[in-house]
T-cell receptor
Framework: AQTVTQSQPEMSVQEAETVTLSCTYDTSESDYYLFWYKQPPSRQMILVIRQEAYKQQNATENRFSVNFQKAAKSFSLKISDSQLGDAAMYFCAYKILGNEKLTFGTGTRLTIIP | ETGVTQTPRHLVMGMTNKKSLKCEQHLGHNAMYWYKQSAKKPLELMFVYNFKEQTENNSVPSRFSPECPNSSHLFLHLHTLQPEDSALYLC????????????FGPGTRLTVL
């Protein structure tokens, strides 16, 4: 069975600094997708970034980037120039190509210190 | 309205009540999902509808009954729930392609007394 592990229940970072959230996953599949979702206090789950496993290049979206290490089954999220609006729960998720099921980790609560 | 909407946002019900949660997506997607989010647990996939056909029922108790009348609307009918069913219920939608990114609604916070 596929599992997603987020080993940091809580993280905090000073505003304008950089923070990295960790995620590891376990799978025997070779074709899959990885996602980071953000859930602010409003509860809406918002897609932050997506990575296709067949792509070696790490995905980036403005201040958000990932470090995808396929052999190590690691998928960390780096947030640069942290802003107060980045405060939220961050969930790592995994999906096999062509399968509807998203498997989520337990989340990391990120606090931004002004 | 844009994206995925859910009503109501909050619901309190007794164990003998019958209620329904509604989800509507305005993204032109063809797949819709119900998830349950409980404290300190990963999101649990409950049901998947693909082109209005249920393609997954993740061992969900029969007191939860989904309905998908068309590709834009999804309901979750609730009856004789238990206090442990109290949770945030999230709806999501996606376009069934290889990438298949899911977009979520704001959720319904359900409390069962």
């Amino acid at each position: 069975a596929q599992t997603v592990t987020q080993s940091q229940p809580e993280m905090s970072v000073q505003e304008a600094e950089t923070v990295t959230l960790s995620c590891t996953y376990d799978t025997s599949e070779s074709d899959y997708y990885l996602f980071w979702y953000k859930q602010p206090p409003s509860r809406q789950m918002i897609l932050v970034i997506r990575q296709e496993a067949y792509k070696q290049q790490n995905a980036t979206e403005n201040r958000f980037s990932v470090n995808f290490q396929k052999a190590a089954k690691s998928f960390s999220l780096k947030i640069s120039d942290s802003q107060l609006g980045d405060a939220a729960m961050y969930f790592c998720a995994y999906k096999i190509l062509g399968n509807e099921k998203l498997t989520f980790g337990t989340g990391t609560r990120l606090t931004i210190i002004p | 309205e844009t994206g995925v909407t859910q009503t109501p946002r909050h619901l309190v019900m007794g164990m003998t009540n019958k209620k329904s949660l509604k989800c509507e997506q305005h993204l032109g997607h063809n797949a819709m999902y119900w998830y349950k989010q409980s404290a300190k647990k990963p999101l649990e996939l409950m049901f998947v509808y693909n082109f209005k056909e249920q393609t997954e029922n993740n061992s969900v108790p029969s007191r939860f009954s989904p309905e998908c009348p068309n590709s834009s609307h999804l309901f979750l009918h609730l009856h004789t729930l238990q206090p442990e069913d109290s949770a945030l219920y999230l709806c999501a939608s996606s376009q069934v392609t290889l990438t298949d990114t899911q977009y979520f609604g704001p959720g319904t916070r359900l409390t069962v007394l």
